[in-house]
């Protein structure tokens, strides 16, 4: 049986409204929410040998374009670059990673094709460089996503559990 682009449009919805359930629970402090997200980012996004991605399916992975609020990379710049987060924390608590927050008239934005969004450089701890892509796969594919592996990528490992980008707030 193959799927019509009725039933493929509204398994993208599905998708879509998952990530929009989920960022209500992870703005409400549920940070577990985020394997979720990364898993519905996979079935939108991501396509393998094996399986296509909805935007793929649906035909317009090429044509789309998705706004981009990374702030510019400089590869040449000596500190870490976290294009997407910021750092908080409280006294005597540990500080924590947090997506970046500006405000409403500030937001820096910009379109690019499908392709280009999900290979942006969104992190560089300056021994490992990640994408968009490379996070939502390790998240969904190795951290609780859709699959728990006990091995885990270790520029991944580095970055997850030891804090690679270094940032810690005082």
Known sequence: YKRNIHELSDKLNSQIRFITSSCESFDHGFDDEAQRIATSLRVIFSDTKRYKSLLTSLGIKDST???SSVDQYIPANMLPYSGLLQIVGEANAPSKYVPASYPYDSIPNKWLQIED???EIILDDK?????RKDLVLYVADQDGGAHVDVNLDESYANLAIRNSLGWVYH
């Open 65 to 67: 374009y998705i706004i």
């Open 117 to 119: 969004w999900w290979n």
């Open 127 to 131: 021994k490992d460089i990640f994408t």
